[in-house]
């Protein structure tokens, strides 16, 4: 709900210039971080393609440890570097804002070099936790992006703290840009040379140093463009080194909350790197044949992160914007908004998720050459929804304040993951670790869901309106359906015969296009999706409105 009348004119007129670039800045930064993460999802594709699932299995054993480290070794402090430097910039203190990014890189050098010497000279013995010796190479390979990375972040931090956005968006299309240019590089150079598996994962892991070395370069190239600030008059940069030291033990009392806070998602995926190598050597797999099982239980998890990045990309509006109508006592406008994020999630989710299921050998044949590991992609594909909604739902739930409930339950479903990946992996393979992993996520984005509709006051849909999108999924099924069984006996009426990966492309998108037709169009029909909700859309309330009522498509 917007203010009227010459007050909020005049407060638009204050304000206008400068929402107006802040509003610039994070739709940039947004953009940036869709490319980097779709660059840093699909890059997984060609690493299969080029090396296969046994490097595949490696790398993705390696490279969620890696992730969880960082985590450890940033500690959230590029979130509290900004918000020091904000502080400082609004009251002109500008020394004091160049002492926060001092004080947080040195900080964060000095945590660096100790997680790299953990990963460094630990590799061999976090092998054998894993079950797994051939990661060891990957594990000392990507150890060296330790020694960049927190330097980058502190200084994204510091820009965005000015409310400058370019920087940190540049530098994470650029990192992830020359990550998977060094990845493809080493990968071909290291196969002719004739390397094994074990080599050739590290060469792939060593592209998160290459990469974090080209984002560090584009932030230290805008720290040298730094535009000289005039500081007001009598603040000085004096204090010495105990004036550092308890600014650096503010910092750490912000930033080691964050840090709990986002260590909980990297550890419910490295459950997988340390439990399920071992789980499949007791099943009689030897070390070459678990990480072989391995990669292809990764399969499925490209496009499952997809679903979830775009769910991602919701909730960085999602908590701001809550947070500011709880502050305002808008009780009305925090159950709109977390209503409709989380019924648009719920029902894109759904979608996907069938979708991927039902989609999955052409696929898995379209994007990794065969067809092995389908069944498991296919359980692995419902992960999307609840992983989708577990994050709108604790995006909810922090921006009313729930901080530590979504750690809380992902914490709880690490757990569970565990258990259920000893009871189910031994006996069925790669398809019990997809069940494993399907209960984990149902655990968290359930209890998510149902404390964030509880804390927001939005009803959970029942009757009727619960079963409407289920009728919806119906009919993509459907759609689905026709494609996968009519299109392979049309295409071999084909003159020259497309080859298989070639047949299963056609069907892939055909189906995809298909089901995503049926599915929208159902949701019209039965009403699930109203006029009043895509007039909120800005490009879809003209034209596009107007052209969906006259083909009747609205209700």
Known sequence: MEASGPEAANSKDRDGGKGSALLQGAALLGLAAVISKLIGTLQKIPLQNLAGDAVFGIYNAVYPLYILILVLATAGFPLVVSKFVSEYAAER????????????????????????????FGAETIARWMAAPQTASAIRSVSYALLVVPLMSALRGYYQGYQDMRPTAWSQVVEQTVRVATMVVLLLALMRLGFGPERIAAGATFGSVTGALAGLVVMLWYWRKEPRREQIPGEGDGGGWRRDWALAKRLAAYALPLCLGSVAMPILTLVDSFTMPRLLRSAGFDESEALYQFGLYNHGLPLVQLIAMIASSMSAALVPAIAEALRRGDADAVRARAGLSLRLTWLIGLAASFGLALLAEPLNVMFFKSAEGTAAMAVLAFTALFSAVNIVAGSV??????????????????????????ALVPRYGIDGAAWASLAAYVLAGGLALAHALRAAGVPAAGGLAAMKPMLGIGFMALGLLAVTHGAPPLLARLPAALPPRGTAAVIALGGVAVGALAYAVALLRLGVVTAADLALVPQLAGKPLAWLRRFRLLR
């Open 93 to 120: 203190q500008y020394h004091e804002a160049r002492r926060v990014l001092r004080v947080a890189s040195l900080s964060l050098m000095v945590t660096g070099v100790v997680f790299f010497s953990l990963l460094y």
């Open 397 to 422: 739930l922090q921006g009313l304040g729930a901080v530590r409930a979504p750690v809380l339950y992902l914490l709880l479903a690490a757990a569970v993951k565990v258990a259920a990946s000893v």
